[in-house]
């Protein structure tokens, strides 16, 4: 016992004296004080992307730029010289939607969170349960605070970083909050000195989700999210005049209150940053399409599954989409579940097709993880686009200068051109089918190391559920894709058969949702509030005019799964 | 027996046709001998009517059709208007904002789902045109939308042009929430106000103390824009009073939740005292008991054709409830307010001459031509007339028999169900699944 608690004292004084080591090494790149800077890739295959690829050639890294590249290109005298035989090098790989960097990735605490101390604070949000993060003074409710910014928010730890990087991605456009109004993006490099580091580009653009607010309070369903998306934003424009007044000429005239969340919506309007709106069914899309028309402004669209169907406006409006490589799969039904409807098995089977179809509609697009559940799939999704009709050198370029295009970083990222931010993503084979061997993130060297865990998805499958009501017991199956903090599905029973809308899940697996359901006197919209525990899901339904039920079910396909474990959804 | 099968066909019906899209059928139609319920002149026998243009062009006997028009022999078979459901939730992604008792802003046009497959469904039952409401959790929810079920089209070509604006209401019970009182107050939420049917009458009052104070300040800024006054600034538009303002100004009609004689009388006070009309009342199963009141207000009441005593609001509905009502003079109608309901509305239709005694005229105009006219639209829809939309239903039978079903059904000349091609269409569909599967079983599962 007693040796047990010094060899403890003396861990912890080891670790007080080496914090500052082991802070660089959590962001994954083993940068010391005297560590080389210039590195020499040699006899390798070179993907450049701006130009032909080099079939045998030299990169030459210094100083976090890429300074020589061509087949003729000479490693310099002072170089470390990687023997490229065999390897592949790419611009490094961009994941242009992710909510890698913040903080409720990994097991680690907050220690980086950069003097944020009001971010979550007094909202009873404990480390392990990270709530939205709230903006500091705000007068509005959380979720509908667009200054929220990742560059404040960003806390990557190596755990956290070594899933994305395992799949050969050394950039992220990172979101910094979840609900309606989620913040500026910051496009970062995933790796550095401090959080900072990482930082190639901020804002890049404001993020909209439709995500009702989980609180109960306004507002708690989808027509809310939109007229609250409205009001905001003619609070907005009307500010910016107020403000325009006033700064003109302030005598005589009442000085306009700040608002730092309608600040922030300025460039928006401006049409400075775009915004980058999540939606994937077409009528998701048409409805974020239209709203962006509506105010004038520059959208992108992420996710967008059904965005095929749309295509021809996407092209005409000029709007990129962020493909989700998040693609449904199939969940294992039980034996005696209704069969799938057709539209669910079509989105399963279509949604590889999707990047080849906005290809030869010509519009522009970019890979996003989508909230993968396993960082394993990356690259094997954008493969099974590569499989379903876009060729190898259109998923390459959408993984690195089309996603650098469309973020507007270009001029820095996405091609391994002289001058260029020295990001690599180095294979041993090819892209597809390969294996990720190195990375350079800012001419620095990272080494692969498998993910910590690869979260599985809490929501996903099919449930087994006792709804009661006081109409009795209502038996029904629902079946969940979860995607981040969205879920989609269907409810199919006793009740009706319908999509769920409206989904969220929470970090500590708290999950809402509304569906339509039958009832003996008519149709009635549910309002589903419960938990996910391991395969336990149980919580309240509100149905207005009735008495509040109570839901109560199983993941029968669970047992055999063997994780166990409490419900805690994925990292990410 | 009959009844059943037909009742499983529109339900394989409904599989078929998901997703599939319309196309436009560019030409005109000619219906030919059929018996045609127009709903406002009469029955005609043997008749013919040409569809042209989106409208009903021409209607009589022996006509002769244009070059390319598509002739459809109707000997045997009834012809009426497409049936219009003055209270549906078909088709909308999210139903109430119950956060707020005021939502005024909120649109339902803005969550419609037009791949709803209860669209189709309800063509199936020669549904065309629907009020789609909020939902009933809050005094003043929100606007509604008005919509052809142009199913297969997108949602923007689903709106019905020129409808009337309109908000929806509730009274009584589902705002005071007294179903769930208990559990809420057991959990420790808080209850929102307000809890009584006083309170509504005042959250009603204080709304448009506020929306009149908000035209006021607009007024305000537009006198002193006109005279030219530069450091006017033109307030911040408020989404929530917008609409209200345009109930004071009678731009927008009000739909009003509500079940009992004096909660309807409370609504129909405040709207006098604010100078407005409720332009109906949705449900109102107690309106035989103020139907003079009713009538005088030029209120009118949409009503189910049951649901007698199924819940404590609804414990002295009677089955006369719509006959008493249009013997006062009242403009009332037949809702579903139901998905499954809305797809035999006829039936409900039927149900008023069997228990209210009213003719086959005065019961089709419950789910026709008084619609139109609590929407608005009565010059465009709810009877076989000339000029006309042509939103029209061939029915196997008399629509009122429950042994008839919708064969065919336009909305503006362009057939949206016809069930010869919605039975052609189910061998597709089942080997569009067969592919589909084979495609899929290739990958593997989701492990959980």
């Known amino acids: ?219 708690n369903s989808l027509l809310g999210v939109f007229s609250a998306l409205r009001q905001t934003l003619i609070d907005a424009q009307h500010y910016g005049a107020e403000q325009a007044a006033y700064a003109k000429n302030p005598r005589g005239m009442r000085r306009p209150e700040p608002d730092p969340s309608l600040e922030a919506l300025q460039p928006v309007l401006a049409r400075q940053i775009p915004v980058v709106m999540e939606a994937g069914l077409e009528r998701e899309i048409e409805r974020a399409l239209d709203l962006a028309k509506e105010f004038n402004l520059r959208v992108i669209i992420a996710g967008g599954e059904e965005a095929d169907k749309v295509a021809a406006r996407l092209k005409s409006e000029n709007v990129p989409v962020l493909i989700s490589l998040n693609y449904p799969r199939r969940p294992q039904a039980s034996a005696d579940a209704d069969p799938e409807p057709l539209r669910v098995l079509r989105a399963r089977v279509e949604a590889p097709k999707l990047a080849a179809k906005l290809q030869a509609a010509g519009v522009r697009f970019a890979f996003a993880d989508g909230g993968l559940t396993t960082w394993n799939d990356f690259l094997p999704n954008v493969g099974r686009a590569v499989e379903s009709g876009l060729t190898a050198d259109q998923a390459v370029r959408a993984l690195t200068l089309g996603a650098a295009e469309i973020l507007g970083v270009n001029d820095r990222l996405g091609s ?37 865990n690869a979260a599985a998805s809490a929501a996903n499958g099919a449930w087994t559920i006792t709804v009661t009501l006081d109409e009795g017991e209502k038996p029904v199956t629902l079946n969940l894709q979860q995607a981040g903090e969205q879920l989609r599905g269907t409810i199919q029973g ?74 805690r959804p994925p990292a990410r | 027996m009959r009844s059943y099968g037909l009742l499983a066909c529109v339900a394989l019906a409904s599989i078929a046709g998901a997703q599939q899209p319309v196309a436009k059928t560019a030409g005109p139609t000619l219906i030919k001998n059929a018996t045609v319920l127009t709903v406002t002149k009469g029955t005609l026998q043997n008749t013919d009517i040409l569809l ?32 219009i459901d003055p209270h549906s939730h078909t088709m909308a992604d999210a139903i109430n904002e119950g956060s707020l008792s005021v939502t005024s802003m909120v649109r339902m046009r803005d969550v419609l789902n037009p791949t709803d497959i209860n669209i189709y469904r309800q063509l199936a039952g020669g549904v065309t045109t629907i009020n789609l409401l909020h939902g009933s959790a809050n005094t003043i929810g929100g606007q509604n939308a008005v919509l052809k079920l142009k199913y297969g089209r997108e949602a923007d070509e689903m709106l019905f042009p020129g409808a009337m604006p309109g908000i929806k209401f509730a009274l009584g019970e589902n705002v005071t929430q007294k179903n769930s009182q208990q559990s809420a107050q057991a959990q420790g939420r808080q209850l929102r106000y307000p809890a009584t049917r006083m309170g509504q009458e005042e959250i009603l009052r204080d709304a448009f103390t506020r929306a009149r104070d908000y035209k006021a300040t607009l007024d305000e800024y537009k006198a002193k824009a006109a005279k030219g006054d530069k450091t006017a600034i033109a307030p911040a538009r408020n989404l929530e009073l917008e609409p209200l303002v345009e109930v004071l100004e009678g731009k927008r009609f009000v739909h009003a939740h509500s079940y009992r004689a004096d909660e309807m009388l409370m609504l129909l006070n405040v709207a006098k005292e604010f100078g407005f009309t409720v332009k109906t009342l949705q449900h109102g199963l107690e309106g035989y008991k103020i139907a003079s009141e009713i009538q005088q207000a030029g209120t009118g009441l949409s009503s189910f054709a049951d649901e007698w005593s199924y819940k404590i609001e609804a414990y002295d509905a009677i089955p006369y409830n719509v006959p008493i009502l249009l013997s006062h003079g ?39 031509y008084n619609g139109a006219v609590q929407l608005g639209v009565q010059d465009r829809v709810g009877s076989i007339e000339i000029g006309k939309d042509a939103d029209v239903v061939i029915w196997s039978g008399h629509p009122l028999s429950v042994y008839s079903s919708a064969e065919t059904t336009f909305i503006d000349g362009e057939i949206f169900f016809d069930k010869q091609k919605d039975l052609a269409m189910r061998d597709q569909m089942a080997k569009e699944r067969a592919a589909l599967e084979a495609a899929d079983r290739g990958r593997r599962a989701i492990v959980p």
């Not at chain 1, 993020?207 to 609180?215: A, C, K």
């Not at chain 2, 244009?66 to 497409?82: E, L, N, R, S, W």
């Open chain 1, 1 to 219: 016992m007693r040796i047990g608690r010094t060899m403890r004292a003396a861990t912890l004084a080891y670790a007080a004296l080496a914090a500052p080591a082991i802070a660089r090494g959590q962001l994954g790149v083993q940068r010391q004080r005297n560590a080389p800077s210039v590195y020499a890739i040699t006899n390798a295959r070179i993907i450049t992307v701006s130009g032909a690829p080099i079939e045998r050639g030299t990169v030459v890294v210094r100083d976090g730029v890429i300074a020589a590249v061509g087949a003729a290109a000479q490693a310099p005298a002072d170089a470390r010289i990687i023997d490229g035989t065999g390897l592949t090098v790419y611009p490094g790989i961009i994941d242009a939607n992710s909510t890698v960097g913040i903080g409720a990735i990994g097991a680690a605490g907050d220690a980086g969170r950069g003097g944020r101390g009001g971010a979550g604070g007094g909202r009873g949000a404990g480390p392990q349960q990270q709530a939205t993060p709230s903006a500091p003074n705000s007068i509005h409710p959380v979720g509908l605070q667009p200054e929220v910014a990742t560059v404040d928010l960003l806390n990557a730890d190596a755990d956290a970083l070594t899933g994305p990087q395992s799949a050969g991605i050394t950039t992220a456009l990172s979101i910094p909050s979840s609900g309606i109004f989620r913040g500026l993006s910051a496009v970062v490099n995933l790796g550095g000195m401090n959080s900072q580091a990482m930082v190639v580009k901020t804002p890049v653009a404001e993020h909209i989700g439709f995500t009702p607010s989980r609180g109960g309070g306004y507002p």
């Open chain 1, 416 to 452: 391994i051109e002289q001058g260029k931010v020295a990001n690599l993503t180095v294979m041993r084979g090819d892209l597809f089918g390969g294996r990720v061997s190195q990375l350079f993130i800012d001419g620095m060297p990272v080494e692969i190391r498998a993910p910590a």
């Open chain 1, 494 to 567: 006793a009740l009706g058969s319908s999509q769920i809308s409206n989904g969220s899940i929470g970090p500590t697996g708290d999950v809402q949702f509304t569906a339509t359901v039958t009832m003996n006197a008519g149709t009635e919209e549910a309002r589903f509030t419960g938990t996910i525990n391991g395969n336990v899901i149980r919580g309240t339904v509100a149905i207005v005019g009735h008495p509040q039920g109570t839901f109560l079910g199983t993941k029968p396909d669970a047992a055999q799964g063997g994780r166990g474990g409490r419900g």
């Open chain 2, 52 to 83: 042209q243009n989106g409208k009903i062009a021409q209607i009589g006997k022996n006509l002769t059709a244009p070059a390319g028009a598509q002739v459809i022999d109707a000997t045997g078979k009834y012809v009426m208007p497409g049936i």
């Open chain 2, 330 to 368: 009242v403009v009332a109608t037949v809702n579903s307010d139901s998905d499954e309901r809305a797809r035999r509305l006829n039936i409900d239709a039927a149900k008023m001459v069997r228990y209210g005694g009213l003719s086959d005229d005065e019961a089709l105009k419950t789910i026709t």
